[in-house]
């Protein structure tokens, strides 16, 4: 089975690889023998506190003795994430996995939502996402072989009152991950998403300052198992997911919630 999730001689892009799950995602792979293209936007780290966080990242993945490099790029603007596929090819020799990753988030009670939010949510969140299978799906298809894997949530089957636009998008996001897989799975080219609960990560890491009410937000968002995962806890899933270990799953949507997405029982 060791062949199976290996992942020598491929080469992997990751958005948003600088932080949290996708760091987790990057060092997972470069653990299994990929080069890794680890995209970040400056000022997202920056207005972290983590300006280093993508250099730091970088120097990880190459103590696993693969290759790596560093995309920085905004992908709100129209046309960045086309850019930021060319620019992993050019410095990896090509691009044979994609993660998107990258993903801005909104909390705000759905009658306060303005246009502009609405519109820097839309741009980054879907605009981007098909730039980047835009870019990336040809040449995988020309190869013969290829692994999409998008980030997408439990807000998908489990909205929050305040994540309105940022559950649509996400939905919308899947509802094109299986458009495309069943257009690409006949050409080896598998397409999947993987939907992520409650984590413990920098987006919300404000949250974790009060730790009573971490706790709280633990046991009601985090059920049956009643704590937040943590962003390695992704890992798995993903090296099923991007590896030849997925040679015959396509438009799947696994779910990484500790069973947060499951009914209540009453």
């Given at each position: 089975m060791t062949n199976w999730f290996s992942m020598h001689g491929r080469r992997a892009l990751v958005t948003g690889a600088s932080l949290s799950i996708g760091r987790s995602l990057a060092l997972g792979f470069a653990d299994h023998g990929a080069d890794v293209a680890v995209h970040?936007?400056?000022?997202?780290?920056e207005a972290f506190g983590q300006p280093d966080a993508a250099q730091e990242t970088l120097a990880a993945v190459i103590t696993r003795g693969v290759r790596g490099c560093l995309?920085?790029?905004?992908?709100?603007?129209?046309?960045?994430?086309?850019?930021?596929?060319?620019?992993?090819?050019?410095?990896?020799?090509?691009?044979?996995i994609l993660v998107v990753?990258?993903?801005?988030?909104?909390?705000?009670?759905?009658?306060?939502?303005?246009?502009?939010e609405m519109q820097r949510q839309f741009d980054i969140n879907f605009r981007a996402t098909v730039e980047l299978l835009?870019?990336?799906?040809?040449?995988?298809?020309?190869?013969?072989?290829?692994?999409?894997?998008?980030?997408?949530?439990?807000?998908?089957?489990?909205?929050?009152?305040?994540?309105?636009?940022?559950?649509a998008l996400k939905c919308a996001q899947y509802n094109l991950c299986i458009n495309l897989?069943?257009?690409?799975?006949?050409?080896?080219?598998?397409?999947?998403?993987?939907?992520?609960?409650?984590?413990?990560?920098?987006?919300?890491?404000?949250?974790r300052q009060d730790a009573d009410a971490w706790?709280?937000?633990q046991a009601r968002s985090a059920a049956p198992m009643g704590r937040a995962g943590q962003p390695d806890?992704?890992?798995?899933?993903?090296?099923?997911l991007c590896s030849n270990a997925a040679?015959?799953?396509?438009?799947?949507d696994v779910m990484i919630t500790g069973g947060g997405h499951l009914p209540a029982v009453s």
């Open positions: 970040y936007c400056a000022a997202a780290d995309v920085e790029c905004d992908l709100a603007p129209a046309g960045a994430a086309r850019q930021v596929v060319g620019e992993a090819t050019t410095k990896l020799g090509g691009v044979d990753c990258a993903s801005v988030q909104s909390r705000t009670p759905f009658f306060d939502i303005t246009c502009d835009q870019a990336a799906l040809p040449p995988m298809k020309a190869r013969g072989w290829g692994r999409v894997l998008t980030i997408g949530s439990i807000n998908q089957v489990r909205p929050e009152p305040e994540l309105a636009i940022y559950a897989a069943r257009q690409y799975a006949p050409f080896n080219v598998m397409i999947n998403n993987l939907s992520p609960g409650l984590v413990a990560t920098e987006r919300n890491r404000w949250r706790r709280d937000i806890e992704m890992v798995g899933a993903a090296l099923l040679s015959y799953i396509a438009g799947t």
